[in-house]
């Protein structure tokens, strides 16, 4: 990737009038948090089938472990990495208006970003399917799985989508509505595979705005979307556009 393209791509962050950014699992890689897809993939070791709602209420305690295997064990000990500090700091700087991210990580918010639309929810809070109760995830142990609920007994469902849930309209709607006002959308560590979250970038690229894109291969939107592909970890390419847009 030249310089060129960083140079050109921190300009056109430099003078947005309202700058976003769609985040996926590749930003949070560098956090040693695994990505779903390419090689040690989440799908490449689990079945996608079984975190669809339908088959979790089916067999919770089939898929309660997996879920803590994957979601909740390593979420423990993960950090944000200078990609997600670098949004913060963008943010803080008033050159980033907000994160809408598919990631259920809280690490942007961790990060010290505020604007951030979580639009597949989040490992933070559980739901009971009964009584239809929110509990912290702190609060809920995991040693007794499925974990009931401490109201009704009822089986707790994580708050972050499974396939097959539709998006919460309220987060949907915020989502959306950021994407309409922004001139500039910075994408990082996603190919926007998963529907309707991948649209997001589409409604500022289709209202004349311009896409920067850090990723580490290239991706659907390289090609068709992006103005500036910026090719390298989130950790190191991110920093290095921001320090440049915020010069
Ligand atoms: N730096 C930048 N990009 C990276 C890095 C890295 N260090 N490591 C991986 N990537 C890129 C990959 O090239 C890929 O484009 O991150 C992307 C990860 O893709 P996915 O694993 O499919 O993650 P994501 O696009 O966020 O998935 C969307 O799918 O399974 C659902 O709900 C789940 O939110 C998830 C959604």
């Given at each position: 990737m030249s310089n060129h393209a960083l140079e050109n791509a921190s300009q056109a962050l430099k003078n947005a009038r309202c700058a976003m950014a769609f985040t996926g699992a590749g930003i949070s890689v560098e956090s040693g948090i695994p990505p779903f897809r390419g090689p040690g993939g989440v799908w490449s070791k689990y079945?996608?089938?079984?975190?669809?709602k339908g088959y979790f209420k089916r067999h919770p305690d089939e898929v309660w472990p997996l879920l803590k295997e994957i979601f909740f064990d390593m979420l423990e000990k993960a950090k944000p990495n200078p990609a997600h500090i670098a949004l913060a700091q963008l943010e803080s700087e008033g050159k980033l208006a907000g994160v809408v991210t598919q990631?259920?990580?809280?690490l942007h918010k961790e990060a010290?970003?505020?604007?951030?639309?979580e639009y597949h929810g989040s490992t933070r809070r559980m739901q009971c399917m009964s009584c239809r109760t929110f509990f912290d995830?702190?609060?809920?142990?995991?040693?007794?799985?499925?974990p009931a609920c401490p109201a009704c007994g009822g089986l707790l469902k994580p708050d972050f989508i499974f396939f097959g849930e539709g998006i919460p309209t309220d987060v949907h709607r915020a989502a959306t509505d950021l994407a309409k006002q922004s001139d500039v959308c910075l994408i990082v560590g996603t190919g926007g595979q998963v529907m309707p979250a991948g649209r997001i970038p589409y409604i500022v690229k289709n209202r004349g705005g311009t896409i920067i894109e850090i990723n580490l291969h290239d991706t659907d939107?390289?090609?068709?979307?992006?103005?500036?592909f910026l090719q390298g970890k989130a950790g190191d390419m991110t920093p290095r556009l921001a320090r440049l847009a915020m010069a």
């Open positions: 079945d996608p089938e079984k975190f669809e990631n259920i990580d809280s010290g970003s505020s604007v951030v639309h995830s702190h609060s809920i142990p995991l040693d007794k799985l499925p939107y390289s090609y068709t979307t992006s103005d500036y």
